[in-house]
């Protein structure tokens, strides 16, 4: 099971941490990726980590302002948001596979690849 945490109501121009942990097993092998979806919009890739931490994908709009890390001794997988935008405004998913899905082009973003999802946290950015 994967729980998503951090989410919240954050002003424009702010900044939020979400975290992703594990329960029942050990995220250290395992690819982990981050989701999001607006209202009304289909669910698109954010960000991804190989296991070991050595390679990371980012989608073009929100590279420069997400960073994605992960804790394996925490057991814990985290995106580091800043500068926010209202278009930021989504749910947040975590999700995590075996395979090396962040290891080779674009198959990160195949959601159906991931064995395991978490419920997903929400981000709100308003004034």
């Known amino acids: 099971q994967l729980v998503e945490s951090g989410g919240g109501l954050v002003q424009p121009g702010g900044s939020l941490r979400l975290s992703c942990a594990a329960s029942g097993f050990s995220l250290d092998h395992y690819a982990i990726g981050w989701f999001r979806q607006a209202p009304g919009k289909e669910r698109e890739g954010v960000s991804c980590?190989?296991?070991?931490?050595?390679?990371?994908n980012t989608a073009d709009s929100v590279k420069g302002r997400f960073t994605i890390s992960r804790d394996d001794a925490q057991n814990r997988v985290y995106l580091e948001m800043s500068s926010l935008k209202p278009e930021d405004t989504a749910t947040y998913y975590c999700?995590?596979?075996?395979?090396?899905?962040?290891?080779?082009?674009?198959?990160?973003?195949?959601?159906?690849?991931?064995?395991?999802w978490g419920q997903g946290t929400q981000v709100t950015v308003s004034s």
């Open positions: 999700a995590a596979d075996l395979a090396p899905l962040c290891s080779v082009g674009s198959v990160w973003l195949m959601q159906d690849e991931y064995d395991y």
């Open positions: 980590v190989n296991s070991g931490g050595g390679l990371k």
